[in-house]
């Protein structure tokens, strides 16, 4: 029998399954890599898996572009590699989590094709299209760089794209997409999926015409089309999990989009950590080396002391497939590595919400060094490259390839660490799809294993502390106030039934000096020594107390 334990209790953790491990020797992490790591997983103390994109795909976009989305990539196995998985997830009490890209389908997609072959074919309606293109249509931008707006010079029209060319806009007023996707659903529902990232949804209602603004975010028909989704796809099935994914969502609009009469998901991913480090002007693709560590209590603060905001109703987390290493892009990659990838993780699971682990954090890896253009693969830096070091000129090639040596999304994408031997383990020999990490010698599962002070058994411990029956009404139940002290500080006190969960972190590399809450047992610290010290942290040390 599978204990149910409720969503706000579990602990995720995010799967970028092209790197996590490659069971066939092929070069591309697989469905049955995951199967295989599902004991790690578990000894982690996880509950649920989020994995990224497994369909079929043309993997421009790292599977986010999908051909079929009720089949699996080769490079990722089968379908019936995917229902064992499932089984002997279950068997182990762990959830799975889909990806489901509801926005737009890959230029392959059978129904681009069709659409694109004659605009008598119903499919030709799935799509936004222009005859012509307006002055404000011409300007506008696409996400990852270029023209929203491509022409086909079969049918001589326009179609709309947010993100790269190769992922073309679905229309959502049309009936037959929220049907197809809402099949899509139930067709990994009947497989045993439970859980469901939705993918993008702040974008699927667009008004036009676009003005200057062409993000298209929370439009207005958001939440219309996405509560008649929700109804036809979810209704009749029991201890759903939805986690929308909304970049930047602010608290007012987590407020009313996931309660109340605009709710359109149950969970939401918060973005509150997402843009720190990142230029104002170019994202990701920059650096701003001017950034403050303090937005860490700034940007979160807000989601945690409003009362409204349920553990259940935010996801947080360091780190994920669209961001560089936590550690490298905000911590200490030399002598404070261990202690700052602790102080990281413990800040996470202090907080009120899911948290989420991206793999590989728990051993605390690095960003790895990206020496030329062509080494990345994703399709945000290879258009960043024409759009900003080609033709706008921006950046020179140097800086474009220093920025997204920093913050961009390749960096959180190599393969797993496992061991210190050929490939890091991850496979046996063959050459990765992308490079391994230049950390991996010492940064790996099988060297953290053996060491008790690790990161990985530091990630161990404190998630075995928020399920301690002792400590977790309060860690996940439990108010959250979340201080930013004079002398730089962060403090968190989470409460319950006049119980506390103090928390005292230092992002510095500095010592800082700090009171000792009275009558308080020492629970955590980042310091291997676990030393309660003399009223004063030294740098990354961060602590925690139960009082
Ligand atoms: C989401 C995904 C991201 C992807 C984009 C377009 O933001 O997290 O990886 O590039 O959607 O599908």
């Known amino acids: 029998m599978q204990k149910t334990i409720s969503w706000k209790n579990k602990i995720i953790y995010q799967i970028f399954p092209r790197s996590f491990y490659d069971s066939n020797n092929d070069g591309d992490g697989d469905i049955n890599g995951i199967t295989k790591k599902l004991d790690y997983i578990k000894s982690l103390g996880i509950d649920a898996i989020w994995i990224c994109p497994i369909y079929d795909t043309n993997f421009e976009d790292a599977g986010y572009d999908v051909k079929d989305y009720k089949s699996v990539w080769k490079q990722f196995g089968t379908i019936e590699d995917f229902k064992k998985m499932i089984n002997e997830a279950k068997k182990r009490n762990i959830d799975i989590i889909m990806d489901i890209v509801l926005n737009h ?234 202690e700052s990838a602790k102080s990281f993780a413990m800040m996470l699971f202090s907080l009120k919400g899911i948290p989420c682990i991206y793999y590989g954090e728990e051993i605390g890896m690095l960003n790895p060094i990206f020496n030329l253009r062509k080494d990345f693969r994703d399709v945000d830096a290879i258009n960043a490259y024409k759009n900003m070091v080609d033709n706008k000129k921006i950046y020179s090639e140097y800086e474009m390839t220093k920025y997204h040596n920093i913050n961009g999304r390749d960096n959180s994408r190599t393969p797993m660490q496992w061991n210190s031997l050929i490939n890091a383990g991850f496979n046996k020999g063959i050459k990765t799809w992308i490079k391994i990490g230049d950390s991996f010698k010492k940064i790996n599962v099988k060297n953290q294993l053996q060491n008790k002070n690790s990161i990985l058994n530091f990630y161990k411990k404190i998630i075995k502390l928020r399920k301690n029956d002792k400590y977790k009404y309060i860690l996940v139940d439990g108010t959250s106030k979340f201080n930013l002290l004079k002398n730089g500080l962060f403090e968190i006190i989470r409460e319950y039934n006049g119980k506390k969960i103090v928390v005292y972190i230092n992002l510095l590399n500095k010592i800082k000096n700090y009171q000792i809450p009275k009558n308080a047992k020492l629970l955590l610290s980042s310091w291997s020594d676990n030393k309660k010290s003399d009223n004063k942290l030294r740098s990354y040390e961060s602590i925690m107390f139960y009082k």
């Not at 947010?162 to 229309?171: A, G, P």
């Not at 469901?196 to 207005?220: C, M, N, Q, V, Y």
């Not at 149950?266 to 720190?276: A, K």
């Not at 987390?317 to 002598?335: K, M, P, Q, V, Y």
Request: net charge positive; aromatic share 16%.
């Open 105 to 338: 389908v890959s230029n392959q997609h059978e129904w681009f094709l069709k659409a694109i072959e004659s605009t008598n074919n119903k499919e030709h309606n799935y799509f936004i299209w222009r005859k012509k293109l307006s002055k404000e249509e011409k300007n506008a931008p696409s996400i990852f760089g270029g023209s929203a707006w491509e022409f086909v010079p079969s049918i001589k029209k326009y179609y709309f794209h947010l993100f790269s060319t190769s992922q073309i806009d679905l229309n959502w007023e049309h009936p037959d997409t929220i049907k197809a996707m809402k099949e899509v659903i139930d067709f990994w529902y009947k497989i045993g999926v439970r859980g469901f990232r939705l993918d993008a949804i702040k974008h699927i209602s667009k008004d036009f015409p676009e003005g200057i603004k062409t993000s298209h975010s929370w439009g207005s028909k958001v939440v219309k089309n996405l509560q008649k989704f929700n109804k036809l796809a979810f209704k009749n099935k029991k201890n759903i999990f939805i986690l929308g994914e909304a970049s930047g969502i602010t608290l007012k609009e987590l407020l009313k989009y996931g309660k109340g009469k605009d709710k359109v998901s149950t969970n939401f991913y918060n973005f509150s950590w997402w843009w720190i480090g990142w230029s104002k002007k170019t994202g990701r693709n920059g650096y701003n080396p001017n950034w403050n560590y303090k937005n860490f209590v700034t940007k979160m603060k807000p989601f945690q002391e409003n009362n409204e905001v349920t553990p259940e109703l935010i996801t947080n987390f360091l780190s994920n497939h669209d961001t560089s290493r936590a550690i490298s892009r905000w911590g200490n990659e030399n002598t404070f590595w261990n």
